[in-house]
């Protein structure tokens, strides 16, 4: 079965420095990544994905993802972190059989000033 | 501007109640799908729909129906609302059939409460 984890509930880091939010993966075939921003009472916001290529990956608001093949994992990360970040996100992998995305259980970003 | 649209986006009702939560999306997706959130686990999906008169069921379906008789809607039916179906409520589409670089789109979420 496939599943996605993100191993800490939240992350806080000070602005301006670097911040990175954990994934990994467990899928049988091919990854098809993503992440997802969720701020308060707001949908979900695409930030970026993973389908092919380059293990970098390059998404929305100065975020990027690196693709690790032999670590399964698909971390996010932002080199200067904003307040304005701080929000719940999500990485999803999608099961192509019924299109659907498969959630981990979400990592809140709590970036101070 | 391209969007998904859920009504309503506050609900507070009764169990046993029969409610609807509407979805439309103006991009011409064929892929819709309904998720529910909740916390520590994530989204997780409900019913999906590859096409109009096209729907089957998610991982957590039971409680729940839905209808794809024009590509642009796809409402949730609770028939019969219990408590455990307090939940935040997202709508989402995406313009293939799920293929795997499809981007899915949400909307801005329902949150509803069952007394």
């Known amino acids: 079965a496939q599943s996605v984890a993100q191993p800490e509930d939240q992350v806080n880091v000070a602005e301006g420095n670097p911040l990175t939010v954990k994934c990994t993966y467990s899928?049988?075939?091919?990854?098809?990544l993503f992440w997802y921003v969720q701020y308060p009472n707001r949908g979900l916001q695409f930030l970026l994905k993973?389908?092919?290529?380059?293990?970098l990956v390059k998404g929305s608001y100065g975020f990027e993802a690196e693709f690790n093949k032999s670590q399964t994992s698909f971390h996010l990360k932002k080199p200067s972190a904003l307040v304005s970040d701080s929000a719940l996100y999500f990485c999803?992998?999608?099961?192509?059989?019924?299109?659907?995305?498969?959630f981990g259980q979400g990592t809140t970003l709590q970036v101070k000033p | 501007e391209a969007q998904v649209t859920q009504n309503p986006r506050y609900l507070i009702t009764v169990t046993g109640k029969k409610l609807t939560v509407t979805c439309s999306q103006n991009?011409?997706?064929?892929?819709m799908s309904w998720y529910r959130q909740d916390p520590g686990l994530g989204l997780r999906q409900i019913y999906y729909?590859?096409?109009?008169?096209?729907?089957d069921k998610g991982d957590v379906p039971e409680g729940y129906k839905v209808s794809r008789k024009e590509k642009r809607n796809f409402p949730l039916i609770l028939e019969s609302p219990s408590p455990n179906q307090t939940s935040l409520y997202f709508c989402?589409?995406?313009f293939g059939t799920g293929g795997v670089g499809d981007t899915q789109y949400f909307g801005p979420g329902t949150r509803l409460t069952v007394l």
């Open positions: 989402a589409s995406s």
């Open positions: 899928v049988s075939g091919n990854p098809y």
């Open positions: 993973y389908i092919t290529g380059d293990n």
């Open positions: 999803a992998v999608r099961d192509i059989s019924t299109g659907k995305l498969i």
């Open positions: 991009m011409n997706h064929e892929y």
């Open positions: 729909s590859m096409n109009v008169e096209v729907t």
